[in-house]
């Protein structure tokens, strides 16, 4: 057995019922042999053993009273996971499905996703089980301050900077930022996705979307291919796929799908991105009032549905494992020519071995949606700095940014024998700088 299969086997037998921490290690272990074959000096100081356990895990109570008056308890998360280059940075996650393996899953995924930035900032993410669909503005705020006076304990400016995920945005931001600064006297760069009046960055909302499409742009403009009159489908339509929906708009493609987690609405003449907004960001509905609005739309119960419909690009941008190999073969089959993976793990192992063996254009997780983390590394910059970039500069490092991060894990994918296998090139790009880093602590 490789060192690489013994740490996985390890793993899976040290950390039993976490499936989605074993399949996103499964998914970056097994693209990391090139590296580890060239380097047999990780083995000998149990370099992979150590950057497959987190540093730290809190797991924490969060009380909170509800509007009716009763008392409720959710769980709350936050994973330290790696702190070699940089302070550990990712977001919170707000949803009832989250539990250890799913904070565990985003946290490895993002220590290489923040090293691909080429920023200094360490992974982490946290969260909680709450569920914030339906509570009101005064039961969200409850809720954040209690998360947050058990939170602020264990984050800081130059220790751990939480940002939203999955039912984090700039509402609870705010909260969160409001009872930190009341608990710490400090008015600090402690969370990224401010809002603009307290810190915020420009950009920093429009980000992952913008970010998503910028790097797709790219894979593209590499092939003599672009946006333009491209058909698109979008799962979610929550932050990271309105402004992936609004840039792509933006470029000329026509975006012809959408969904939440109910179902999804089809709209063939172009889905109308100022009523997803309304909406979603505006009255936090449901996508299915879409159908009301827009003649010649039409809604469908269920998600899966959506991935047959025929596109030439499909953009996950809701959750993880929302597209699974049969969804996979369908996208294949009807024409697909680039997936760009907005969520975090949205494709299965098995969706992306039908991607890879299609020899479709298949842009991973970590690459894709690096443009979030990396703004909020602009943000961070901005705070230390007392600083603020306008929109145009913001943009333009963004964009740069996500134009390396194709080039780097392209040229990876090449130097290792894996060309166009964007997965392994990700991978190893973004494990090459964290294993020197560690290599340069010693034993920690
Ligand atoms: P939001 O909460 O703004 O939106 C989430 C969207 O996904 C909603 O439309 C939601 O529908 C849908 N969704 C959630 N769970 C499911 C499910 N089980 N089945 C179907 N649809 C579902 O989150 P974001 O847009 O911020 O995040 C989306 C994804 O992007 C996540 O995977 C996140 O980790 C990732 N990401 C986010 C970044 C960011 O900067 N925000 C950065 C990088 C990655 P409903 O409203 O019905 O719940
Ligand atoms: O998955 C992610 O990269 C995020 N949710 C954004 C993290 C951040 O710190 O901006």
């Known amino acids: 057995m490789s060192y690489l299969e013994r740490v996985l086997e390890n793993l899976k037998k ?28 990780y083995e000998a100081v149990a370099l992979l053993e150590r950057f497959v356990e987190p540093e730290r895990v809190v797991m924490f109570r969060v009380p909170w009273v509800d509007d009716k008056g009763n008392v409720r308890v959710n769980k709350g998360y936050r994973v330290q996971f790696n702190s070699a280059i940089g302070p550990y940075k990712g977001g919170l996650r707000f949803h009832p499905s989250v539990n ?72 609870e931001i705010g909260y969160l930022f409001g009872q930190y600064k009341r608990i710490r006297n400090e008015h600090v760069g402690v969370l990224t996705g401010r809002g603009l009046s307290y810190g915020g960055s420009l950009v920093r909302t429009e980000a992952t979307g913008y970010g998503l499409i910028y790097i797709t742009q790219e894979a593209m403009k590499a092939r003599g291919d672009s946006f333009d009159g491209k058909t698109v489908i979008i799962s979610g339509s929550g932050n990271v796929a309105i402004y992936a929906c609004e840039k792509a708009q933006s470029l000329g493609a026509k975006v012809v799908a959408m969904y939440d987690s109910d179902g999804y609405v089809y709209d063939p003449s172009g889905i109308r991105l100022d009523v997803i907004k309304e909406i979603k960001e505006v009255k936090r509905g449901r996508i299915s009032g879409y159908a009301d609005k827009v003649h010649g739309s039409k809604y469908n119960e269920g998600c899966k549905g959506m991935w047959a419909i025929p596109c030439d690009v499909a953009l996950p941008c809701a959750t993880q494992n929302e597209i699974d190999g049969q969804s996979a073969a369908l996208l294949v089959k009807h024409g697909v020519k680039y997936v760009a993976e907005g969520a975090n793990m949205p494709s299965t192992l098995d969706a992306i071995e039908v991607f890879q063996k299609s020899g479709i254009v298949f842009l991973p997780a970590k690459a894709a949606n690096a443009g979030g983390v990396a703004t909020s590394a ?28 194709y080039h780097n894990i392209d040229d990876a994918a090449r130097e290792f024998g894996r060309e166009g296998d964007y997965s392994a090139g990700a991978n190893i790009v973004g494990f090459i700088k964290v294993a020197e880093a560690m290599m340069a602590h010693g034993v920690v």
């Open 14 to 41: 040290n950390n039993p019922n976490e499936p989605e921490f074993h399949q996103a290690a499964t998914e970056i272990l097994t693209t990391l042999a090139p590296v580890v074959e060239k380097h047999p000096e």
């Open 100 to 171: 250890l393996s799913i904070i565990k899953f985003l946290g490895l995924e993002q220590i290489l996703k923040n090293s691909l930035t080429g920023l200094p900032i360490g992974g982490g993410k946290g969260g909680s089980d709450f569920d914030p669909k339906g509570k009101s503005d005064r039961e969200i705020m409850a809720f954040c301050q209690s998360f947050m006076t058990e939170l602020y304990r264990h984050i800081g400016a130059d220790t751990d900077v939480p940002a939203g995920d999955i039912g984090v945005g700039a509402r």
């Open 378 to 405: 602009l943000e961070m910059a901005q705070s230390s700095g007392r600083l603020f970039w306008s929109f145009e500069e913001v943009d333009k490092k963004l964009k740069d940014i996500m134009v390396n991060i």
